[in-house]
């Protein structure tokens, strides 16, 4: 009767240095080893992230839950839960402080100012990224010292300009300012963008007998949706919470956006006492953009890393 006879084990390594495989004894076939490098690095990477996730949503948290305390219970016991939702904060800070209005005039500019910042970005990206002609690449630059250059430095010329011209106040200035302010960046991150997407699509198109401008708007405009939606979120996080500008150049009262609201009720709040109140106010102005942000943020990762898997 034969049998099988077990073969020995190994050792990890020879004494050449040359490194050899364990072998199961019991089935004969080699045993993986197990990689243990770059678990420290993991551990401690993964460590600070959780780190970060506490120190960035505890307050966001905190603000929410303080939104629905009264007066008493956010100076009394700042870190409990809420006896009660009192939701008369919100319909408070939504009336009496005139939340509402500054909220509908900020849709207003940025909605207008996000669609005219896409609209004339992605159409010059596109130029500079698909046709070669003279000067292509010094008005490329151009847009990018554009991102360079301080608005601070800026905000006296511009509001020398802003009034000759008529639209001191106004809403529609407002966002004038607000597409010349984020044109820079969006034609930097959309012409990267369209330089990855296939050519092939558009000369495929031009064999048909479309023109530029219908090859533009619907083939290599819809590829590049998310770019699009990326420097989207961008832009609306940016003009959303902008102050300098519609401090400088929106002084009316009735044309306040929400930026300028915050703070005349941060203001008003320091003599009434109603903490409350601006706390409600607060996570008014903040919910839009979480909500934008994680609504969209698959979009966003795709954006960010379409240049990269090409």
């Known amino acids: 009767m034969k049998t099988t006879e077990t073969p020995a084990p190994l050792p990890a390594e020879s004494g050449s240095g040359v490194r050899i495989t364990k072998v199961d004894p019991s089935s004969g076939k080699p045993q993986p080893e197990k990689k243990t490098e770059g678990k420290a690095l993991n551990v401690f990477s993964h460590g600070i992230l959780i780190v970060w996730a506490i120190m960035v949503v505890l307050p966001l948290l905190w603000a929410v839950m303080t939104s629905f305390k009264d007066d008493g219970s956010i100076f009394g016991s700042p870190w409990s839960l809420p006896d009660k939702l009192h939701f008369d904060n919100w ?13 509908l005039n900020t849709v207003l500019v940025v909605g207008g100012s996000l669609i005219g910042t896409l ?28 991102m360079s250059f301080p608005i601070m430095l800026a905000l006296v010329p511009l509001f020398y300009v ?30 990267a963008f369209f330089r990855t997407l296939p050519t092939s699509v558009a ?9 530029h401008s219908r090859t533009f708007f619907q083939i290599m405009l819809p590829m590049a949706k998310p770019g699009l ?4 979120i961008f832009n609306f996080l940016g003009q959303w919470n902008q102050y300098m500008l519609p ?17 005349q009720l941060a203001v008003s709040q320091g003599y009434k006492g109603d903490w409350s109140g601006l706390f409600a106010g607060l996570v008014m102005a903040m919910l839009p953009v979480l909500a934008a942000y994680i609504v969209f943020q ?13």
Do not use: C
């Open 91 to 103: 319909s408070r800070a939504w009336t009496e402080a005139n939340m509402s209005d500054y909220f």
């Open 119 to 146: 609209a004339l970005g992605s159409m010059a990206a596109y130029v500079l990224a698909r046709f070669d002609f003279p000067g292509n690449r010094f008005i490329y630059f151009l847009f990018i010292g554009g």
């Open 162 to 191: 802003v009034n000759n011209m008529g639209l001191l106040n106004t809403i529609h200035g407002l966002i004038l300012v607000y597409i010349a302010y984020s044109l820079p960046f969006t034609v930097f991150f959309l012409t």
């Open 203 to 211: 000369e495929a198109a031009f064999v048909d007998g479309a023109s």
């Open 229 to 232: 939606i990326s420097v989207g």
């Open 247 to 263: 401090t400088v150049l929106n002084t009316d009262p009735d044309k306040r956006v929400l930026t300028q609201g915050l703070v």
């Open 298 to 310: 698959r979009q966003v990762v795709q954006g960010l890393t379409a240049g990269a898997m090409k």
